[in-house]
T-cell receptor, first 115, second 112 residues
Framework: DAGVIQSPRHEVTEMGQEVTLRCKPISGHNSLFWYRQTMMRGLELLIYFNNNVPIDDSGMPEDRFSAKMPNASFSTLKIQPSEPRDSAVYFC?????????????FGPGTRLTVL | SQQGEEDPQALSIQEGENATMNCSYKTSINNLQWYRQNSGRGLVHLILIRSNEREKHSGRLRVTLDTSKKSSSLLITASRAADTASYFCATVLTSGTYKYIFGTGTRLKVLA
């Protein structure tokens, strides 16, 4: 298996532009997580899905952020409009099934820079 | 504030020495997991310990859990230069939504 795939790996954009990050979880995995990592705040859970349904989006910072999972093999995280403080590495992770006793498999991350 | 706080924030040791890092958390957990992150990469799962377990081993890794003190430790024995990475604990809460809350991480540097 190719593991969790994220695209793009790097994104540089200007403030006010729309940014879309993409994730393909491991085939057969039922849960998908979006995280943001910065030096100041560490690794923050933004949202997670179970069977394509958003279960907890309490970590989404504000209405500028939205996430979708239209099917089991694809998810997007959109920021509109983007701001410099959104600059971070965004990780997608998946687990085999919902529930507590699962290891998370992380993608390589998307490094976002908002100028 | 963070659910998990690792201690120390940074650790530098010589190859062959043991490395110990600690994690403290605030609320009741279902299980606790340790992950490693190499620079510029995603996190990789190392080991999981359930709330009713006290100690677990995996190769050169030894994890302990003390639920009364809400703390865990990760011991890496006979460290190697390849162990240089950041290490994070992740707590899975008992709230029912199975959120994974990651700590602040310990940056380990193993000198050859």
């Amino acid at each position: 298996d190719a593991g969790v795939i994220q695209s793009p790996r790097h994104e540089v954009t200007e403030m006010g532009q729309e940014v879309t990050l993409r994730c393909k979880p491991i085939s057969g995995h039922n849960s998908l997580f979006w995280y943001r990592q910065t030096m100041m705040r560490g690794l923050e859970l933004l949202i997670y899905f179970n069977n394509n349904v958003p279960i907890d989006d309490s970590g989404m910072p504000e209405d500028r952020f939205s996430a979708k999972m239209p099917n089991a093999s694809f998810s997007t995280l959109k920021i509109q409009p983007s701001e410099p403080r959104d600059s971070a590495v965004y990780f997608c992770a998946s687990t085999l099934r919902g529930g507590a006793y699962n290891e998370q498999f992380f993608g390589p991350g998307t490094r976002l820079t908002v100028l | 504030s963070q659910q998990g706080e690792e201690d120390p924030q940074a650790l530098s040791i010589q190859e062959g020495e043991n490395a110990t890092m600690n994690c403290s958390y605030k609320t009741s957990i279902n299980n606790l997991q340790w992950y490693r992150q190499n620079s510029g990469r995603g996190l990789v799962h190392l080991i999981l310990i359930r709330s009713n377990e006290r100690e677990k081993h995996s190769g050169r890794l030894r994890v302990t859990l003390d639920t009364s003190k809400k703390s865990s430790s990760l011991l890496i024995t006979a460290s190697r230069a390849a162990d240089t990475a950041s290490y994070f604990c992740a707590t899975v809460l008992t709230s029912g939504t199975y959120k994974y809350i990651f700590g602040t991480g310990t940056r380990l540097k193993v000198l050859a």
